[in-house]
């Protein structure tokens, strides 16, 4: 089955992980400036936690998908520069405590290490392709989220997101619905505490 099945097998739920009110909220301007500083402190914290999983899943991928997962492994290391350049122009503390909801993200990437290669595959799509579509969603953003709106709808990330489908079709995963749902309900957790940060 190939992994974009997954999307109209689960449609109300990947729904909700896409079409969030924090992102109607980055879209219309009403989301607070504090709600959003928190939300992006956290997300810091996840990009972290997910180049371990990434460089982690790496060293176990086929020769296939060596390629997609090198380059994303050093491209999360230019994002953190990003994440930082952004918390020092808003004047945001990174060590802040990780929230529940990334504490359990965190969490379920760790547990993502033992699980078979092709559904770690369908994880990472999972992660990625929730966050280029939910940003989709929000485009073009209101003038003081816009920045953020496109650093997750550029094309070169639309083609990362691309490429990770094909590696992880290729792998050829089975019963891929568990870890999918898994990474679903952590990315709408993630939206839910943003929009609780209120
Ligand atoms: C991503 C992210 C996308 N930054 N945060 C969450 C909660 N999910 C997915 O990851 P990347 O590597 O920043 O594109």
């Known amino acids: 089955m190939p992994v974009a099945e997954l999307l109209q097998r689960h449609a109300a739920v990947w729904r909700r992980a896409v079409c969030h009110p924090f992102l ?33 899943l790496l060293a176990r991928a086929p020769r296939q998908a060596q390629s997609v997962l090198a380059g994303s492994v050093t491209a ?26 990334t504490a359990g993200y965190a969490e379920l990437l760790d547990r993502l290490d033992s699980v078979d290669v092709p559904n770690a595959l369908v994880a990472l799509w999972t992660i990625e392709r929730t966050y280029l579509d939910a940003w ?18 550029v094309p070169v990330f639309a083609e990362y997101v691309a ?6 079709d290729r792998a050829g995963p ?13 990315e709408i957790a993630f939206w839910e505490m943003a929009v609780e940060a209120r």
């Open 163 to 168: 490429g990770l489908e094909v590696a992880a």
């Open 174 to 186: 089975v019963d891929a619905d568990a870890v999918f749902l898994e990474v679903v309900a952590a």
């Open 24 to 56: 109607d909220a980055v879209r219309d301007g009403t989301l607070p400036a504090a709600a959003f500083d928190t939300w992006l402190v956290q997300d810091a914290r996840f990009v972290a936690d997910l180049l371990r999983f990434q460089a982690r």
């Open 136 to 153: 989709s969603g929000a485009r073009p953003g209101a003038p003081e989220y816009r920045e953020f709106v496109e650093h997750w709808t």
């Open 76 to 101: 999360l290391v230019e994002e953190l520069g990003w994440f930082e350049q952004q918390a020092a122009a808003r004047s945001l503390d990174l060590a802040a405590p990780a929230l529940p909801a």
